[in-house]
């Protein structure tokens, strides 16, 4: 898909929330990992608007997605809120972001719809009274997950599932849930996911646990050894890990932080300072705390 074609479905799909402002008030432009869209859109952009008597746009969508379409200048926005170093590492090399800071961090988990014919058995496998991968392998399953190609949840939940088939040693476990890398029975937007899950549209979904606590959803726990959320664990385990790709690309374990950056072309620049540093505040990483993040890890990139 051209880079022109992927900003329509992007635009699309992303849920776009504007702060109902008087119309000449300064707007800032916030592009965030699509998983990110209650905490966003529901609490910090619209805390920081009235603060600051400004207007605020959030853009959700896969982190890389968005880094190539902000690295190409098809999308124009003045901070950027991405998971794992590689979307940040992407701006960079394209002078678009001189620092990044990290605000917060998450982990893998299965979340799963209270409304799925299979609630039952997922409710058995978080007591610890069924494996969770043979839930996840039941026929008839919706399994929903984000394209690893341009999301790195995507990525992630084939990182955690090669994963599990090693801890587990189950070597079928990861064709057996997921199929194909990019099964397209399988994939939706990050924004829309968790929606759909919510709706009862999709029975589960392995997603970060950020993304099902904000939305209120039952979940299971993973061991460290594969939920890619223990930095201890990157040497001994995470490195282990590596999906590649039809287009060549190959994927690893990054630490799973949210970082924070002003993009070089922002038109209101001292917003965007000021709304990272809203992020880094006490308040902000509250707001953060109540939707079931994680404080950031790790340094500046």
Do not use: C
Not at 19 to 34: C, E, T
Not at 150 to 171: E, F, K, S
Not at 194 to 208: C, H, K, N, T, V
Request: charge should be neutral; charged fraction near 15%.
């Amino acid at each position: 898909m051209s880079i022109a074609k992927r900003l329509v479905t992007l635009l699309a799909a992303a849920f776009v929330f504007t702060s109902s402002l008087a119309a000449d008030s300064p707007v800032l432009r916030v592009a965030y990992a699509g998983s990110m869209g209650v905490v966003m859109d529901g609490s910090a952009g619209p805390s920081f608007a009235q603060a600051h008597h400004a207007a605020y746009q959030g853009i959700g969508q896969g982190s890389y997605a968005l880094a190539r379409l902000l690295a190409s200048h098809q999308l124009q926005a003045d901070v950027f809120v991405a998971i794992t170093p590689g979307p940040m590492q992407l701006l960079k090399q394209a002078g678009m972001v001189t620092q990044a800071v990290p605000v917060a961090s998450t982990q893998m988990v299965i979340s799963y719809s209270p409304h799925s014919r299979f609630a039952a058995d997922f409710s058995a496998a978080a007591q610890g009274r069924k494996n969770w991968y043979d839930v996840l392998s039941e026929p008839g399953l919706r399994l929903g997950r984000t394209d690893p190609a341009v999301d790195p949840q995507g990525a992630n939940v084939l990182l955690t599932l090669q994963l599990a088939a090693d801890y587990y040693h189950r070597p079928d476990l990861l064709q057996k849930i997921a199929g194909a890398p990019q099964n397209p029975a399988q994939i939706f937007t990050e924004a829309s996911l968790m929606s759909r899950l919510e709706a009862g549209q999709i029975d589960a979904a392995i997603s970060y646990l950020s993304a099902a606590q904000s939305h209120h959803l039952p979940t299971i726990s993973l061991p460290d050894e594969i939920n890619l959320g223990d930095p201890a664990m990157q040497g001994p385990w995470y490195d282990r890990a590596a999906i590649k790709l039809d287009n060549g690309k190959t994927l690893k374990v990054q630490p799973l932080v949210f970082y924070a950056a002003v993009l070089g072309d922002a038109r209101q620049p001292q917003l965007a300072r000021d709304f990272v540093a809203l992020l880094q505040s006490a308040q902000g990483q509250a707001l953060f705390r109540d939707h079931g993040y994680s404080p950031p890890r790790g340094n500046a990139l």
